[in-house]
């Protein structure tokens, strides 16, 4: 049962198959570098499509139940370490890039709470969140998708701890300390008003990662048909010391949306790069 909901339901290979046959009657032959490599197009822009956006509207459902000032205050009554870790946790719920998610730090900042608690919600809200964990389960399996997860609240802990003993509250420039926190009576959202809202965010942030998505999967399109797997072995293989240094290099101009990131690593993957998740 739990080979088929990973393999049918989140890898969808049965829309592999269907992609492939259906080029097949229309005479492209999917063995070709050509042919595989459209096949790879297709099958995975479609995929991750399907996934992008069923996932960004359960999320931003989820998430209609915890505003900016909902979270700030969830936010607030912890403290030490425990604050870090609730401020990453909060970060899975959030918006979907860094972009996004700095109007919010700058505002929790505002509001008094610390800086390192901040951090960690920033660092973890772009890094990891359900849609991410999803989507990675499709394509690398359940355990590389939770040791992804751990390791990026992880991170976030970490960094926001490490910041706040570093006391860098005298750094924060003053536009941000100086502003005045808002408090806003909370609204009584209906279903139906968190429907609506689940799905503008939807389409809001399916048109934005659109793009990104199709760069990233026509980049590993490109890898996994015409790039030598003895080549990407060398560079990111096991045996390269410096492969994860290369690979986080390589990896820091595709941050900007890991939807569009990971389909490259999918095919980084399938020839030899055993270090993609770096």
């Known amino acids: 049962m739990g ?37 790879f197009f297709i099958y995975d822009v479609i995929k991750i499509t399907i996934l992008l ?8 459902y989820i998430q209609s139940y915890f ?7 969830i936010m607030g009554r912890f403290h030490g370490v425990f604050a870090n870790i609730m401020g990453a946790l909060l970060g899975t719920v959030t918006p979907f890039c860094s972009c996004s ?13 610390p800086l390192g608690v901040t951090f960690s919600f920033l660092i973890s809200s772009p890094m990891v969140d359900l849609g991410s964990l999803i989507l990675l ?40 300390k100086n502003a005045r926190a808002v408090e806003v009576k909370g609204v009584t959202l209906t279903k139906k008003d968190r429907f609506d809202y689940a799905f503008e965010q939807m389409t809001s942030t399916f048109k934005k990662v ?15 048909n015409w790039i030598p797997e003895d080549i990407i072995e060398t560079i990111l293989g096991n ?10 290099i390589v990896g820091v101009p595709m941050y900007a949306d890991i939807f569009g990131s990971i389909p490259v690593a999918e095919a980084l993957l399938s020839k030899g790069a055993f270090l993609v998740l770096s």
């Not at 505003?67 to 205050?73: F, G, H, I, V, Y």
């Not at 998610?101 to 709470?113: E, K, R, V, Y």
């Not at 045996?239 to 986080?248: I, R, W």
Request: charged residues 15%; neutral net charge.
């Open 101 to 113: 998610s700095i109007p919010l730090f700058i505002g929790f900042t505002s509001a008094g709470l």
């Open 210 to 224: 659109f793009p990104y998505i199709l760069l990233g999967v026509g980049i590993g399109a490109i890898i996994h």
């Open 3 to 39: 080979t088929f909901i990973q393999n049918e339901i989140l890898a969808m290979h049965w829309l592999n198959r269907l992609v492939a046959s259906l080029l097949t009657m229309l005479g492209i032959n999917v063995e070709s570098r050509l042919g595989g490599s459209l096949q």
């Open 137 to 176: 389960m499709g394509i690398f399996g359940y355990r590389v998708a939770i040791v992804y997860v751990i390791m990026g609240l992880v991170i976030a802990v970490i960094g926001g701890t490490l910041i706040e003993r570093l006391k860098l509250e005298d750094e924060v420039e003053d536009f941000i």
């Open 53 to 60: 956006c069923l996932l960004i509207f359960m999320i931003s």
């Open 239 to 248: 045996k390269n010391p410096f492969g994860v240094v290369l690979a986080t």
């Open 67 to 73: 505003p900016p000032e909902r979270s700030r205050k």
